[in-house]
């Protein structure tokens, strides 16, 4: 074991008692949120709807119904999910208590899992001449709108 003298311990940026706590206060607390707006869900799930759509349209003019009907499937299979997800988080339930919150976002998320494996099953199973490239087309295309929403998030200020 390795004893560092006192003398070294300061010097070496070693601190024996850690510095203070302070607490922001209610006016900091605003300035802090408002410098820094969360995305909503709804606002992906929307963004999510938009681009399987668009994704759909586009390989239905380009390739035809079945393959159209494809990429519908994969993009259903997350913007389902992703709706119950966000349902999940924005209810007064999952905002009761910080413990409350984690094991709502974990409970949702499993849901949000099964439900797009269950999904993806039924495709399977109902879909006439179904495509599996398509489909994963269109579900990877779809999940993509996450990385859409953090890009174009609100830039945010700087906290005087």
């Known amino acids: 074991m390795v004893t ?5 311990a300061q010097d070496s940026g ?3 008692d850690p510095p203070d706590f302070v607490p ?3 006016l900091q607390a605003q300035a802090l949120a408002k410098a820094n707006p969360s995305v909503s869900p709804w ?3 929307l963004g999510q709807v938009l681009v399987g759509v668009l994704a759909s349209l586009i390989a ?3 390739f035809g119904e079945a393959i159209a009907r494809s ?10 999910p992703a709706a119950l997800f966000a349902r999940g988080l924005t209810s007064q339930f999952a905002a009761a208590n910080p413990g409350m919150a ?4 974990f409970v ?24 599996w490239p398509a489909m994963l087309v269109g579900l990877i295309l779809t999940l993509k709108v996450y990385w859409l929403a953090l890009a174009f998030k609100r830039k945010t200020n700087p906290v005087q």
């Open 102 to 105: 984690v094991v709502s976002f």
């Open 71 to 80: 990429v519908a499937c994969g993009a259903v299979a997350v913007v389902i």
């Open 4 to 8: 560092i003298p006192p003398s070294e």
């Open 14 to 16: 070693f601190e024996s």
């Open 60 to 62: 239905w003019v380009i």
């Open 108 to 131: 949702w998320e499993l849901v949000k899992i099964v439900v797009t494996v269950g999904v993806l099953f039924a495709a399977h199973r109902l879909v006439k001449d179904l495509s």
């Open 43 to 45: 606002w992906v799930v």
């Open 24 to 26: 922001l206060t209610r």
